[in-house]
T-cell receptor, first 109, second 112 residues
Framework: AQRVTQPEKLLSVFKGAPVELKCNYS??????LFWYVQYSRQRLQLLLR??SRESIKGFTADLNKGETSFHLKKPFAQEEDSAMYYC???????????FGQGTRLTINP | DTEVTQTPKHLVMGMTNKKSLKCEQH?????MYWYKQKAKKPPELMFV???????INESVPSRFSPECPNSSLLNLHLHALQPEDSALYLC???????????FGPGTRLTVT
């Protein structure tokens, strides 16, 4: 079975501080993992996917198969990073995304 | 055009009404999806269409009836809904063999 766990419902950090949003997954095969972000009153949008290994808006995420984790990191948080973040897994071809419960990130000034 | 559009933005319907949600994309994507999102919860997959054929139905009650009339359009027909069906309904699209899904803004449905 596919499962994504985001242990923190809420995360609050100060502007300029490092931020890490945790994501652990359960899947027996080789998963495709993503981070989606939903800013206030905006649509859900893709932030990162592990296969591209890129940095978007200063965020990075590394797939650790040994720890079955895909944590999202940013060294210096900005106020505009405040949003809901969802980790998602696709383990059955390209058609079935399973989302974690989400972490609401708040960046305090 | 790189967006998925959904209409209407808001819908209020009674339990005996019949209504439809509409989703449209012009990105040439041949996979389209319906998700249901309750407040403060992640999206939950309902249906997947691939090349205009229904490929996944996540055991959704028959009061929800999807339709994909062509490669750009996806409809969700609603009939005899219950108050607990009130939610944000999201449409998404992707290339069938790509992993990135593009989401619409959603239709906020209230069943009274």
């Amino acid at each position: 079975a596919q499962r994504v766990t985001q242990p923190e419902k809420l995360l609050s950090v100060f502007k300029g501080a490092p931020v890490e949003l945790k994501c652990n997954y359960s899947y027996s095969g080789s998963p495709e993992l993503f981070w989606y972000v939903q800013y206030s009153r905006q649509r859900l949008q893709l932030l990162l996917r592990h296969i591209s290994r890129e940095s978007i808006k200063g965020f990075t995420a590394d797939l650790n198969k040994g720890e079955t984790s895909f944590h999202l990191k940013k060294p210096f948080a900005q106020e505009e990073d405040s949003a809901m973040y969802y980790c998602a897994l696709n383990g059955q071809g390209a058609q079935k995304l399973v989302f974690g419960q989400g972490t609401r990130l708040t960046i305090n000034p | 055009d790189t967006e998925v559009t959904q209409t209407p933005k808001h819908l209020v319907m009674g339990m005996t009404n019949k209504k439809s949600l509409k989703c449209e994309q012009h990105m040439g994507h041949r996979a389209m999806y319906w998700y249901k999102q309750k407040a403060k919860k992640p999206p939950e997959l309902m249906f997947v269409y691939s090349y205009e054929k229904l490929s996944i139905n996540e055991s959704v009650p028959s009061r929800f009836s999807p339709e994909c009339p062509n490669s750009s359009l996806l409809n969700l027909h609603l009939h005899a809904l219950q108050p607990e069906d009130s939610a944000l309904y999201l449409c998404a699209s992707s290339h069938p063999r790509a992993y990135e899904q593009y989401f619409g803004p959603g239709t906020r449905l209230t069943v009274t």
